[in-house]
């Protein structure tokens, strides 16, 4: 019975043992592995940490703008980690532990930037996506056309960078994506009867960002076809009725009366006709100003009225408002020859045979509307008044040798407007000679000087063919003789008849 009581301590015994030594063996391995006896925490392995994000440099950019994003735990696997802008994701440069290089994406919108790591999301500061910068600009071109007989077929508009487009005769054309600079415009392909007001080409800037605008003005008028087509020397020309007797017309005769021959077309406005001193071109005055037609058309010099040829043909004088100029056969180089401070209400101007000195009338103050005869060098200097009393003198004509000068007006009492006489005096204001009768105005001599031709019979039948309104007569009152179908075009003032203008004929130079 002891014996089994032994046996069986002796077992629980050796149990007892091998579990303290066990027990010994594992705080050993414990001691070696924390020898300094402090007791550590549990840790993870880092790909199992959730990432964060501590900055993002910068904070606004436009797409493509590269992008650093500091923080923690974001690995070193691209293939594991996501960023998005507000949702677009971004293509990743580089990739540490701590900072994810990107740039970025197209379709990014302002929001937060994430990041995505196996499932971990981190959420940092906001990135504002900006709008890119413009690098070109815009042009709004407006064309604006009016006037007679519109060519409809449109106009191009081109820049000198090569841009052409079509337009309507009225519209309006937006040019993009222009580069920044300075551009010159041109409107071409405008009809010959149109002219663009303002410049053409003109200059324009272009501000990237910016909407630039230009202007374009066309005016067109009914295409001219007048032409010149016989020369004029020792014919009578003069502004007669048209067939209609509303308008004008200008029309050439012979001086023996054949051979009448209409010059231009039937218009309102149509004065004071000059022929030229080589008899190819006569000039007018129109609404549009002083006209000049010729055998290659009809064009308008500039602005004015009453214009006179210079004896050589290179100048022509005329009348702006109350003043006198000068300019060129082609209407260049206009020069003021007179002005209020030496003489008032210039009317007629006529050249000297020399070219030296233009005779004109004037008002010079002498009663109640008298009217003198002045004087001036054609260079403007040493103005005169050739005649001083209370009479009236008007268009004079200076003879072919430059001895004489023929003019229509009234010697009476001067009370009012009287009914005009042609007269002949000296040219130095002498001798003054009546040449007729009956009213009677404009003369204009012929090439020889033994003749003048004039406007009288103001009141006559306009209808009936023998009627006739342009006379000629010798320089003594001599053979007065009509020019029968031929009515001179005048604008009456009120019920008198004397005329608002020259609206009488001129002869022109002798045969070549």
């Not at 691209?78 to 740039?103: C, D, H, K, R, Y």
Request: hydrophobic letters at 30%.
């Amino acid at each position: 019975m002891y014996s089994l009581r032994f046996s069986i301590q002796g077992k629980y015994s050796i149990q007892i043992f091998l579990i303290g030594v066990l027990t010994i063996l594992v705080a050993g391995l414990m001691g070696c592995e924390n020898s300094s006896g402090v007791e550590e925490e549990d840790t993870e392995p880092v790909s199992d940490l959730e990432p964060t994000i501590e900055s993002i440099e910068p904070t606004s950019g436009m797409v493509g703008t590269e992008v650093l994003i500091v923080g923690s735990n974001f690995g070193q696997n691209l293939e594991e980690v996501s960023v998005n802008f507000n949702g677009t994701q971004a293509v990743l440069s580089s990739l540490s532990p701590e900072e994810i290089e990107t740039t970025v994406p197209e379709g990014a919108s302002t929001g937060p930037v994430n990041v995505i790591i196996a499932g971990e999301e981190a959420s940092g500061p906001t990135f504002t996506v900006e709008e890119p910068k413009p690098t070109t600009g815009s042009l709004i071109v407006t064309i604006e056309t009016s006037g007679e007989e519109i060519d409809e077929d449109g106009y191009i508009v081109s820049l000198d960078s090569g841009s052409e487009f079509t337009t309507a005769v009225n519209d309006t054309v937006t040019i993009e994506n222009l580069n920044e600079g300075t551009f010159q415009l041109t409107l071409s392909e405008v009809a010959d009867n149109c002219d663009v007001e303002n410049e053409n080409p003109k200059s324009v800037s272009i501000t990237a960002g910016d909407t630039s605008n230009a202007n374009f003005s066309v005016i067109c008028e009914a295409p001219n076809t007048n032409t010149l087509d016989i020369p004029l020397n020792n014919k009578i020309v003069g502004v007669s009725y048209s067939s209609d007797f509303r308008n004008r017309v200008l029309a050439a005769i012979n001086p023996d009366g054949t051979e009448k021959v209409i010059l231009t077309d039937a218009r309102e406005d149509l004065l004071a006709p000059d022929i030229s001193p080589d008899g190819q071109s006569v000039l007018f005055w129109g609404a549009s100003g002083i006209h000049k037609l010729s055998s290659s058309g009809e064009e308008v010099l500039a602005s004015g009225s009453e214009p006179s040829w210079s004896p050589d043909g290179t100048q022509i004088a005329y009348l702006v408002g109350d003043d006198m100029y000068t300019m060129n056969a082609d209407g260049s180089n206009q020069v003021q020859i007179t002005s209020e401070e030496n003489t008032n209400e210039v009317e007629s101007p006529a050249w000297s045979p020399n070219g030296e000195r233009i005779i004109f009338r004037c008002d010079q103050g002498f009663g109640n509307g008298a009217n003198q005869l002045c004087i001036v060098n054609s260079d403007g200097t040493n103005l005169t008044v050739l005649t001083n009393n209370e009479y009236t003198y008007r268009a004079p004509a200076w003879s072919p040798d430059g001895t004489k000068i023929a003019f229509h007006g009234y010697f009476d009492d001067n009370s009012g407007i009287k009914e005009s006489r042609i007269f002949v005096m000296n040219a130095d204001g002498s001798n003054v000679v009546q040449v007729t009768e009956d009213l009677s105005i404009h003369p204009t001599w012929s090439p020889d000087g033994t003749k003048i031709a004039f406007v009288g019979n103001l009141n006559g039948d306009r209808d009936a063919e023998d009627t006739s309104s342009l006379y000629s007569i010798n320089i003594d009152g001599t053979d007065k003789q009509p020019f029968p179908g031929h009515i001179i075009a005048i604008r009456p003032n009120n019920s008198n008849t004397t005329p608002v203008g020259n609206g009488g004929p001129d002869w022109g130079p002798g045969n070549q």
